[in-house]
């Protein structure tokens, strides 16, 4: 059974970039489209964006302009970078799994991250 | 981007009643739709896929059901772990997009 957890910062500062990692176990990272999807506090969701194994990616527009995703095979992981952060970016950050890009079969635990000075 | 209207967005019912929450698509998303549960501090969990088809080891009281843009989720009879909240979510166009979600409580 595959299993994904993120891992970075809890804390980080406005104007500042946010920086998370997955790592996959249980399973190959080849194959499969791998996402971040958040949830502001009490709130929906909100699709970010996939790498695919290969490292094509796609990123949802409202947020194109400061995502970057990217691979590590060697090491089963995949990491997300969001630039010029602001206090609308505080939410929990769940990487996840899917056969189909943007579909999620299986989602990591989620990690809280807070915008703030 | 494609909507996803979702009702409604909360709803309390009896145990052992049937539950109904629909989905509705801005336009044609022939079956790429998924239902996940999420309860409160957990990830979203996958219960149905494309549409109709219950993800491995779900229990058979859920249900989906529709194509197009008209889509329904359905609970046969509530059970009190069930209390969840409920999201729709489109994978036909990028980037995908999710239903407002449904709050399900027991009356």
């Known amino acids: 059974q595959v299993q994904l957890q993120e891992s970075g910062p809890g804390l980080v500062k406005p104007s500042e970039t946010l920086s998370l990692t997955c790592t996959v176990s249980?399973?190959?990272?080849?194959?499969?489209?791998w996402s971040w999807i958040r949830q502001p506090p009490g709130k929906g969701l909100e699709w970010i964006g996939y790498?695919?194994?290969?490292?094509?990616?796609n990123y949802n527009p409202s947020l194109k302009s400061r995502v970057t995703i990217s691979v590590d095979t060697s090491k089963n992981q995949f990491s997300l970078k969001l630039s010029s952060v602001t206090a609308a970016d505080t939410a929990v950050y769940y990487c996840a799994r899917g056969l189909i890009a943007a579909a999620a079969e299986d989602w990591g635990q989620g990690t809280l991250v807070t915008v703030s000075s | 981007d494609i909507q996803m209207t979702q009702s409604p967005s909360s709803l309390s019912a009896s145990v052992g009643d049937r539950v109904t929450i629909t989905c509705q698509a801005s336009q044609d998303i022939s079956n790429y739709l998924n239902w996940y549960q999420q309860k409160p501090g957990k990830a979203p969990k996958l219960l149905i896929y494309?549409?109709?088809n219950l993800e491995t080891g779900v229990p058979s009281r859920f249900s989906g059901s529709g194509s197009g843009t008209d889509f329904t989720f359905t609970i046969s009879s509530l059970q009190p772990e069930d209390i969840a909240t409920y999201y729709c979510?489109?994978?036909?166009?990028?980037?995908?997009?999710f239903g407002q979600g449904t709050k399900l409580e027991i009356k």
């Open positions: 249980g399973g190959s990272i080849s194959s499969y489209y």
């Open positions: 979510q489109q994978y036909d166009n990028l980037p995908g997009t």
């Open positions: 494309d549409a109709s």
């Open positions: 790498i695919y194994y290969s490292g094509s990616t």
